[in-house]
């Protein structure tokens, strides 16, 4: 069963860090680029960040990029993202997500989305 | 940056009703498109990539179509268990994605 499983999240004081961990399972986890997406209460998605199956490309929003740093280790199939200098507006519920490519033959291209998410672990920065 | 605006932001709808959800970016975006669905406390789940294929699995209802800068979500005969958030999605060559803020789907 392909699985993403996320963990870390908690309560952290504004300023503080926090390092979430996300282990995949069911799938060969080196093949596919990963993104983080978070929600914050009652609120929409947001994407944060993504890294390339190799971990040497790394993509992050405006709002988060200098605080927040996205890696993965292969050999364990995990994926993490390092979260410092936590604001208020930081807390949410952080998933992450596989980026799969779909290969299409008319424009021999591939699209990507994101096509299995985790359960979600939920960080709250707050004094 | 791309911006995502999304209409309506909800609607409510009766069993049977044929339901459209609009797209529009900021500026022209190909085909790098993806609609979400995203039920009451749930996981989101991917619907439709490439604007207008359908993920494995999901029901036929559902479509997907546009390019550029508009694209268009719809729902073909609205069933009680599509009470949910729907998101659109685009993204860039350089895999930097944005969300579209949401429509609320309810039933009447």
């Known amino acids: 069963e392909v699985q993403l499983l996320e963990s870390g999240g908690g309560l952290v004081q504004p300023g503080g860090s926090l390092r979430l961990s996300c282990a995949a399972s069911g799938f060969t986890f080196s093949r596919y680029a990963m993104s983080w997406v978070r929600q914050a209460p009652g609120k929409g998605l947001e994407w944060v960040s993504t890294?390339?199956?190799?971990?040497?490309?790394?993509y992050y929003a405006d709002s988060v990029e200098g605080r927040f740093t996205i890696s993965r280790d292969n050999s364990r199939n995990t994926l993490f993202l390092q979260m410092n200098s936590l604001r208020a507006e930081d807390t949410a519920v952080y998933y992450c997500?596989?980026?799969?490519?779909?290969?299409?033959?008319?424009?021999?291209?591939?699209?990507?989305?994101?096509?299995?998410w985790g359960q979600g672990t939920t960080v709250t920065v707050s004094s | 940056d791309i911006q995502m605006t999304q209409s309506p932001s909800s609607l409510s709808a009766s069993v049977g009703d044929r339901v459209t959800i609009t797209c529009r970016a900021s500026?022209?975006?190909?085909?790098?498109f993806a609609w979400y669905q995203q039920k009451p406390g749930k996981v989101p789940k991917l619907l439709i990539y490439a604007a207008s294929t359908l993920q494995s699995g999901v029901p036929s209802r559902f479509s997907g179509s546009g390019s550029g800068t508009d694209f268009t979500l719809t729902i073909s005969s609205l069933q009680p268990e599509d009470v949910a958030t729907y998101y659109c999605?685009?993204?860039?060559?350089?895999?930097?994605?944005?969300f579209g803020p949401g429509t609320k789907v309810d039933i009447k």
């Open positions: 890294i390339g199956v190799g971990g040497g490309n790394t």
């Open positions: 500026q022209g975006i190909s085909n790098y």
């Open positions: 997500a596989t980026v799969s490519g779909f290969w299409n033959d008319e424009v021999s291209s591939y699209y990507y989305a994101m096509d299995v």
């Open positions: 999605q685009e993204y860039n060559s350089a895999l930097l994605f944005t």
